[in-house]
């Protein structure tokens, strides 16, 4: 329906442009005039077909549509009919649909303007401005029945007059040139859309941003080049005069940036980067006007020294090269402070590393660090974008992904790889080293802070497991032998009490007393045996392997019986040993083990190794394996398991010990 309507309006507006053109009433202004409409309708016409559904693309196109296709379809004709046959009664109501056309379109622009990029409303003062927005549309009704006389302007049905308001109403009359000046001032509402957009610049995305700086670049532009002009030839500050045929061409060509700017916006193409093209402008524009200056002031001081001391063209040639080389090192600052004006202070690569550090303690979840990552990067670096992702599917983005990528960088912490950096081309240049040192150490700072969230994640889990397996253990076992025993005591008292308690049962009892003892004792050992308090950890180790049921070979260091650790370490070693072989008894099938204890440069050295079948610790999962990392790693321990089919396995730790 929309596009069917935009061939139609499309389709008169062009035929009417021909009947001007042939008829010799369009002038070299008037033509490139002729091309603001197609330009919008061609840029919403792009946008509906390459964005479906997207709302800038629609009121684009309606934009172009209403103003100022509709307008100018009704105008034209009611100019040369006036021209030919003066004032007619109908032609108020071409005047009136213009008028409120143009209106129309007005609002479109203004909603277009505040919905930027995305085209979707996000708070209540954008959506009660845009409400209010739409009064605007009666101001050409309420002018014409304040006015005897249809009140036109220069830029709208100029040199028609003389036509009568049948909406006249006399009690009006009073408001009538108030009424016709709102009306003309209508478009101060398009100042409300551009402060609401500058708001809602401040409050989005970096991407957001970069769209959005599109467009204000593009009004920029035109208010440099359309308006400012016809503002002083107004003031007659500069010639030619105003309304001059090539002010108007140059008007004219600069509101098509408009448009433009608006499609190159939503559609967001990784071969162009609005930053560069900012700062290109601004930089080579302030140089351009400096140079000229420099210029300017060096021929008119070599002029008059040339007049009093006889210098030729070719020194001044000369002098004005060597201001150039001379003002290199001016170019350059001047770079660095359009930078800081049009982009912000952008930090150095220190900066980000310790900005990034922050945030990392700050961070709650390893999610949270990913989007600020990959914007640290993209706007240090100024690449076109940059994805993290991470193994349990986590992933962010700063960038639109196009192109091939130029750099990927693991994120791994220790022998434990937990994701992957993959960066974009730089939008000027290529990466340098220290920029890819820089990439590389922001991902150690990720990967390092994804893993010990991770492993204090498991240690939680892993001692709310044990917790649980006490206490089912203590509920499952001595707690219902206490409470049989406790009854059992209940009937010997009865019994007792009628002369009747036997010795056996106090035996009994006694036995059972000493059962639910030892395996009281027993799960005791499991947590942390007291002989490991008591005697060190190779003792605790010797204690654990007299029980088992295969050969066991213990290889220790000298002088460790008599030395002491930590309780963490210690305790931490004892799992070590103790879950090895646990491993070894259940999936090994083997028939000989051998333990090492070692301690040397600061460091126990623990090891677990058998006969048995073996595996491939790349297809295995993790299962027990995984509490022993955790436990050691906590510690700032590695682990390292040795594996083949066939050729048993070797299970082999290292822990830092302080102190002695």
């Given at each position: 329906m929309l596009l069917s309507l935009v061939v139609f309006v499309s389709a008169v507006y062009l035929a009417l442009f021909a009947w001007d053109l042939t008829a010799g009433q369009v002038e070299v202004a008037g033509v490139i005039y002729a091309l603001v409409a197609p330009s919008i309708v061609v840029g919403g016409v792009f946008l509906v077909f390459k964005r479906p559904g997207h709302p800038i693309g629609e009121l684009l196109l309606l934009c172009g549509i209403a103003f100022p296709m509709v307008a100018s379809i009704v105008e034209a004709p009611t100019i040369h009919i006036f021209q030919e046959s003066g004032a007619q009664e109908w032609m108020w109501a071409s005047i009136w649909l213009s008028q409120t056309s143009t209106m129309v379109a007005l609002v479109l622009a203004a909603t277009l303007v505040v919905l930027l990029p995305d085209g979707r409303p996000r708070h209540a003062r954008e959506r009660g401005f845009l409400r209010a927005a739409w009064i605007v549309i009666v101001l050409p009704t309420l002018a014409m029945v304040s006015n005897e006389l249809i009140v036109t302007s220069v830029s709208s049905f100029h040199g028609v007059t003389g036509i009568a308001s049948p909406l006249f109403m006399e009690a009006l009359q009073p408001y009538g040139p108030m009424l016709a000046t709102v009306n003309t001032l209508g478009f101060a509402i398009f100042l409300g859309a551009i402060g609401l957009l500058f708001v809602r610049y401040h409050a989005t995305s970096t991407r957001e941003r970069k769209q959005i700086r599109w467009v204000l670049f593009g009004g920029f532009v035109v208010i440099l080049v359309g308006v400012?002009?016809?503002?002083?030839?107004?003031?007659?500050?500069?010639?030619?005069?105003?309304?001059?045929?090539?002010?108007?061409?140059?008007?004219?060509?600069?509101?098509?940036?408009?448009?433009?700017?608006?499609?190159?916006?939503?559609?967001?193409?990784?071969?162009?980067?609005?930053?560069?093209?900012?700062?290109?402008?601004?930089?080579?524009g302030a140089l351009s006007l400096v140079i000229l200056v420099v210029y300017v002031a060096v021929a008119a001081s070599v002029g008059a020294a040339g007049a009093r001391l006889g210098l030729n063209l070719e020194v001044a040639v000369v002098l004005t090269v060597v201001i150039a080389i001379l003002f290199q090192p001016a170019r350059r600052r001047l770079q660095a402070v359009a930078d800081r004006w049009v982009f912000g202070a952008r930090p150095t690569k220190y900066e980000a590393v310790t900005d990034f550090g922050v945030t990392i303690e700050q961070a709650t979840e390893p999610s949270e660090l990913l989007p600020r990552l990959v914007?640290?990067?993209?706007?240090?670096?100024?690449?076109?974008?940059?994805?993290?992702?991470?193994?349990d599917g986590s992933r962010a983005m700063a960038g639109s992904v196009i192109g091939e990528p130029v750099l990927r960088v693991p994120l791994g912490a220790g022998d434990e790889q937990v994701g992957e950096i993959v960066c974009g081309p730089k939008a000027e240049g290529r990466l340098r080293d220290d920029e890819i040192q820089l990439v590389r150490t922001l991902a150690?700072?990720?990967?390092?802070?994804?893993?010990?969230?991770?492993l204090a994640g498991r240690i939680v889990n892993a001692a709310e497991s044990e917790r649980r397996r006490i206490e089912r253990n203590i509920h499952d076992g001595a707690q219902q032998e206490l409470v049989a025993l406790v009854a059992r005591l209940a009937m010997a008292r009865s019994a007792a009490a009628q002369g009747g308690l036997s010795p056996d049962v106090i035996d009994d009892m006694r036995l059972e007393a000493q059962q639910i003892l030892s395996e009281l004792r027993e799960l005791a050992q499991g947590i942390h045996p007291s002989v490991l308090s008591d005697g060190g950890i190779l003792e605790a180790v010797e204690d654990r392997c007299a029980r088992l049921p295969l050969e066991v070979t213990l290889e220790t260091s000298e002088g460790l019986r008599a030395r002491r650790f930590g309780d963490n370490i210690e305790g931490a070693a004892y799992f070590f040993v103790t879950e090895s072989l646990a491993n070894v008894l259940k999936h090994a099938d083997a028939t000989r083990t051998t333990i090492s204890l070692t301690y040397e440069d600061g460091r126990l050295q623990l090891g677990v190794a058998d006969d048995g079948r073996g595996f491939d610790p790349d297809a295995a999962s993790e299962g027990g394996l995984a509490g022993l990392r955790d436990r050691i790693r906590a510690l700032g321990g590695t682990v390292i398991v040795a594996s083949a089919p066939g050729h048993g396995t070797r299970v082999s730790a290292s822990l830092p010990v302080n102190g002695p």
């Amino acid at each position: 329906m929309l596009l069917s309507l935009v061939v139609f309006v499309s389709a008169v507006y062009l035929a009417l442009f021909a009947w001007d053109l042939t008829a010799g009433q369009v002038e070299v202004a008037g033509v490139i005039y002729a091309l603001v409409a197609p330009s919008i309708v061609v840029g919403g016409v792009f946008l509906v077909f390459k964005r479906p559904g997207h709302p800038i693309g629609e009121l684009l196109l309606l934009c172009g549509i209403a103003f100022p296709m509709v307008a100018s379809i009704v105008e034209a004709p009611t100019i040369h009919i006036f021209q030919e046959s003066g004032a007619q009664e109908w032609m108020w109501a071409s005047i009136w649909l213009s008028q409120t056309s143009t209106m129309v379109a007005l609002v479109l622009a203004a909603t277009l303007v505040v919905l930027l990029p995305d085209g979707r409303p996000r708070h209540a003062r954008e959506r009660g401005f845009l409400r209010a927005a739409w009064i605007v549309i009666v101001l050409p009704t309420l002018a014409m029945v304040s006015n005897e006389l249809i009140v036109t302007s220069v830029s709208s049905f100029h040199g028609v007059t003389g036509i009568a308001s049948p909406l006249f109403m006399e009690a009006l009359q009073p408001y009538g040139p108030m009424l016709a000046t709102v009306n003309t001032l209508g478009f101060a509402i398009f100042l409300g859309a551009i402060g609401l957009l500058f708001v809602r610049y401040h409050a989005t995305s970096t991407r957001e941003r970069k769209q959005i700086r599109w467009v204000l670049f593009g009004g920029f532009v035109v208010i440099l080049v359309g308006v400012v002009p016809s503002i002083l030839a107004g003031l007659g500050v500069i010639s030619p005069p105003q309304n001059s045929p090539a002010q108007t061409v140059l008007s004219t060509l600069s509101v098509i940036l408009l448009p433009a700017s608006v499609v190159v916006a939503v559609m967001e193409p990784h071969w162009i980067d609005v930053d560069i093209v900012i700062r290109r402008s601004v930089v080579y524009g302030a140089l351009s006007l400096v140079i000229l200056v420099v210029y300017v002031a060096v021929a008119a001081s070599v002029g008059a020294a040339g007049a009093r001391l006889g210098l030729n063209l070719e020194v001044a040639v000369v002098l004005t090269v060597v201001i150039a080389i001379l003002f290199q090192p001016a170019r350059r600052r001047l770079q660095a402070v359009a930078d800081r004006w049009v982009f912000g202070a952008r930090p150095t690569k220190y900066e980000a590393v310790t900005d990034f550090g922050v945030t990392i303690e700050q961070a709650t979840e390893p999610s949270e660090l990913l989007p600020r990552l990959v914007e640290t990067i993209k706007g240090t670096i100024r690449l076109t974008w940059v994805t993290v992702s991470l193994d349990d599917g986590s992933r962010a983005m700063a960038g639109s992904v196009i192109g091939e990528p130029v750099l990927r960088v693991p994120l791994g912490a220790g022998d434990e790889q937990v994701g992957e950096i993959v960066c974009g081309p730089k939008a000027e240049g290529r990466l340098r080293d220290d920029e890819i040192q820089l990439v590389r150490t922001l991902a150690g700072q990720l990967a390092l802070a994804v893993r010990n969230a991770r492993l204090a994640g498991r240690i939680v889990n892993a001692a709310e497991s044990e917790r649980r397996r006490i206490e089912r253990n203590i509920h499952d076992g001595a707690q219902q032998e206490l409470v049989a025993l406790v009854a059992r005591l209940a009937m010997a008292r009865s019994a007792a009490a009628q002369g009747g308690l036997s010795p056996d049962v106090i035996d009994d009892m006694r036995l059972e007393a000493q059962q639910i003892l030892s395996e009281l004792r027993e799960l005791a050992q499991g947590i942390h045996p007291s002989v490991l308090s008591d005697g060190g950890i190779l003792e605790a180790v010797e204690d654990r392997c007299a029980r088992l049921p295969l050969e066991v070979t213990l290889e220790t260091s000298e002088g460790l019986r008599a030395r002491r650790f930590g309780d963490n370490i210690e305790g931490a070693a004892y799992f070590f040993v103790t879950e090895s072989l646990a491993n070894v008894l259940k999936h090994a099938d083997a028939t000989r083990t051998t333990i090492s204890l070692t301690y040397e440069d600061g460091r126990l050295q623990l090891g677990v190794a058998d006969d048995g079948r073996g595996f491939d610790p790349d297809a295995a999962s993790e299962g027990g394996l995984a509490g022993l990392r955790d436990r050691i790693r906590a510690l700032g321990g590695t682990v390292i398991v040795a594996s083949a089919p066939g050729h048993g396995t070797r299970v082999s730790a290292s822990l830092p010990v302080n102190g002695p």
